[in-house]
């Protein structure tokens, strides 16, 4: 190869700065959102009220109103605080939200010191706060709700709590040792990790039934488009071809007569340009049907990396192919992907790095493997792109390049070729200190790693 090359530790790759990045897949928000969390406390809090009043004026239970008003009031007041929050468009983070499912644990367990102990009925309200955690968070804060009820219903057992409690309680004077109230624990125990560990199950299970259909969604839309771009470019090319052609024809007669003496230069250059031109068109036309792709036309090969590598720098010119610093990683495993289309998907990613670096400036293309994926990834040293360019790089005709330099197809083929065969195609970059395109091609599962 024409590029310098260094073989590098695999891990040294991973030395960059964070970065905005950009990857085409599908995304899974959370089964329930903030704001319905909102509307269930609210919920919570009036029924707690409401069940209190009854408790208080009709069956004639005692209990310390002060103390519970004012539990009631903090629990009210946070919500508020979320309420207001929402409002105003912020979306509280998942710590904000697991610290609130925290927080009205630790008010659930205040009451029940307060009205009844281990004998108040609706100490079942704790599983209804782990199965919201379970449905609104991740798995920590699931279980980190878990651990809390448990402990708050444990606290209801200990001894100088339990003097704070109405004599009305059911299990009046309750011994520690009693199988009774051991067996209270160990049920609640059980029911509070099985609720848990079962509501945290559903939930995952669903979100990774939505995360497919939304990539079977988002793959179906994709091949509909291509399908589109290519009847276009068929139709395109099919009209054009004979205009083009006789352009092209007439365009070389004029070079070779303007090569006579007397004739002005200027006279040849413009044939020249015209020539290029038309050959731009045709390139344009094959981008646009997808051939240049080739992803599907081509069977797979087993290739070591480093033959793509070659393979994509053998399209660029001596002059190019000096300015791709090459690092490939020792012991890589093969791929099972056509060679013409990976390079073809390679060369893009250069070639865009080529365009976006000041002139002459190398371009870094690293090679490793990572886990069962090998990872080329291609940093120019541009200006970056902003969050905004990011997000859309990589749509159809989509281009940041000056009008006549690119057509917006070259990412989006990339991608697709790289999805074609299992892989993906992200973006990373920060302002002022460049871009990083990554390739992720799956290794051969039959095969050891090669050379």
């Known amino acids: 190869m024409e590029a310098v090359v260094r073989q590098i530790d695999s891990g040294e790759l991973d030395a960059a700065p964070a970065r905005a990045e950009a990857s085409w897949g599908p995304e899974a928000g959370p089964v329930v959102t903030a704001r319905w969390l909102a509307r269930f406390r609210w919920a919570v809090a009036l029924g707690a009220g409401a069940t209190l009043i009854i408790a208080r004026s009709i069956l004639g239970v005692a209990f310390p109103e002060g103390g519970v008003l004012l539990l009631l009031a903090a629990q009210v007041a946070s919500n508020a605080w979320l309420d207001v929050m929402l409002r105003r468009g912020s979306e509280p983070s998942v710590s904000t939200l697991g610290g609130l499912i925290l927080f009205d644990v630790a008010i659930l367990t205040a009451l029940m010191v307060l009205t009844g102990g281990p004998s108040n009925p609706f100490t079942i309200s704790y599983l209804v706060y782990i199965t919201l955690a379970a449905v609104t968070l991740n798995a920590g804060w699931t279980w980190a709700a878990v651990a809390a009820s448990i402990i708050g219903y444990g606290l209801l057992f200990v001894t100088p709590l339990r003097t704070l409690v109405d004599p009305h309680a059911g299990h009046a004077g309750m011994d520690p040792a009693l199988s009774h109230q051991v067996g209270m624990g160990v049920a609640f125990a059980a029911a509070a990790l099985l609720t848990g ?42 009209e054009l071809a004979t205009p083009l052609s006789a352009i092209a024809v007439a365009a070389h007669e004029l070079d070779l007569a303007a090569s006579g003496t007397g ?89 865009n790095a080529f365009d976006a670096s000041p002139a002459g400036a ?25 969050a905004a360019t990011l997000r859309r790089a990589g749509e159809p005709f989509f281009t940041t390049k000056p009008v006549g330099s690119g057509f917006g197809l070259g990412l989006f083929l990339a991608r697709t070729f790289a999805e074609r065969w299992g892989g993906s195609l992200s973006l990373s970059s920060l302002p002022g200190e460049g871009t990083t395109a990554t390739l992720l091609l799956p290794v051969v599962t039959t095969e050891g790693p090669s050379a």
């Open 197 to 238: 560990s079962f509501v945290t199950r559903i939930r995952l299970a669903l979100e990774a039934r939505e995360r497919a259909l939304a990539e079977a969604r988002r793959m179906a839309a994709q091949q509909e488009r291509l399908a589109s771009l290519t009847t276009l470019a068929a139709g395109a090319a099919h």
């Open 263 to 351: 004739v002005p230069p200027e006279i040849a250059e413009d044939a020249r340009l015209i020539r290029s031109q038309v050959d731009r068109c045709r390139e344009i036309l094959d981008q646009m049907s997808g051939r240049a792709d080739a992803s599907v036309a081509h069977e797979a090969q087993t290739l070591p990396p480093s033959r793509i590598v070659e393979a994509m720098l053998h399209t660029f010119g001596p002059r190019d192919r000096e300015r791709v610093l090459l690092s490939i990683a020792a012991g890589i495993p093969s791929v099972q992907v056509p060679l013409e289309a990976a390079a073809r998907s390679l060369r893009t990613l250069v070639k």
């Open 362 to 386: 190398p371009v870094q293309v690293s090679v490793d493997a990572q886990r069962d994926l090998v990872r080329f990834r291609v940093t120019d040293r541009g200006s970056g792109m902003a």
